[in-house]
Every structure is written in C-alpha cells, then in structure tokens.
C-alpha cells in the first residue's frame, strides 16, 4: 500500500522503473534496472536498508540512495549514511519535496529532514560516538530496542506491555537482557544511555 502510494504520488513527475518488497526483490530490481535514484525503505524486510545497500554498491558503488522512514531515530538515520545513502527523509515529507529530493540526490548532492540533519553533524562533530551505537544496538533484538525505547521515554512496564502486546514478565525479561546487554545496571542509566544517543 505504501509503495502504491508513493507510486502514485511522484509517478507524474518522476519515472519509476522497479520496486522491491524486501532485500532480495529489492537488489533484484536495482541490479536490474540500475535506477538514478533508489528511494529506499530504510525497514526493509529481510535485512533492512543497509542491506540493501551493502549488496549493491559492492558492485556498483556509484549507485545513489536516498533513505526513507517513518523512523528519525540517531541509529537508523547514522546507519544508513554511513552504509552509503546520500540522504534521508521522513515519510511525512510532502509529494512534491520528495520529488525535488529525488533530483537533487540525482544532481549528487546530499539531503535530509531538517531534523535529522543534526543527527548527521552530531556524529561527525563526535557528540554521538557512531560506533558505539551501532555497536550496542545489534546486540539488542528489534523487541529489545522498541522496550528500550519505551522505557527510556518514561513507560511504565504495564505500559510497556500494553504498548507492544505482550506480558509485563516479557517486559521485565526484555529490560533485564538489555540492562544485560548495554551492561548497565538500572532503568536511570538505560534512560541516560539512550537519551545521550538520542534514541528517544
């Protein structure tokens, strides 16, 4: 639905030669049709943007990328630039600037949200130390990274479980593996770790 609508959205300006459903269709279409620009979904089943990104600028580096997500979290945005993408916007972003974000990244320059162009000068400056999130990070489970964050944002666990459909034991078992994990030792300093990657 989502990809239709995007089609449909930029399809008068912009001509869209393939689409994918998750990594492997996705590389498939790309190596295929070998596109200007790849607007790429940055939760791509099956391995994610960087995925994505990885596979083909292996072999085709000059291949362009400009991420798209739902998600303006540090991690996904720093770890997508620093796969390869020239860009990243939300998908909130108006048809006709996601347009103008297309042939820019085509031109080669780079873009981003406004948002989360902060995330990207932060990482470079050195306020977010970039390979310690990554790092950290795939330690955690996807379900371990959505209780961090619920946790950090100041959920209690009820709300935890009721947030994410599961029991409040799951929750405590998940808060103590990522306490585990991140090898901190309470809810305060989780909430420290993730406010100081600006995670939440």
Do not use: C
């Amino acid at each position: 639905m989502f990809r239709s609508g995007v089609k449909a959205e930029i399809g008068n300006d912009l001509e869209v030669v393939g689409e994918g459903h998750d990594v492997d269709s996705a590389v498939a279409a790309i190596r295929a049709t070998r596109p200007d620009v790849v607007l790429l979904d940055v939760h791509l089943p099956g391995g994610g943007g960087v995925g994505v990104l990885q596979q083909v600028l292996q072999g085709d580096p000059d291949a362009k990328f400009l991420g798209l997500s739902v998600s303006d979290a540090a991690e996904d945005v720093i770890g997508v630039i620093r796969a390869g993408a020239r860009g990243y916007v939300t998908k909130s972003i108006k048809p006709a600037e996601l347009v103008d974000a297309v042939r820019r990244i085509a031109d080669g320059d780079a873009v981003f949200s406004p948002r989360l162009a902060g995330f990207v000068l932060d990482a470079f400056s050195g306020s977010i130390d970039v390979a310690s999130v990554d790092e950290d990070l795939d330690r955690l489970s996807a379900r371990e990274r959505e209780v961090l964050r619920l946790i950090a944002r100041g959920y209690a666990y009820k709300e935890v479980a009721k947030e994410l459909f599961i029991s409040i034991k799951t929750v405590e078992t998940h808060v103590s593996s990522v306490l585990r994990k991140l090898q901190l030792s309470n809810r305060h300093q989780l909430t420290r770790w993730a406010t100081d990657r600006k995670l939440v």
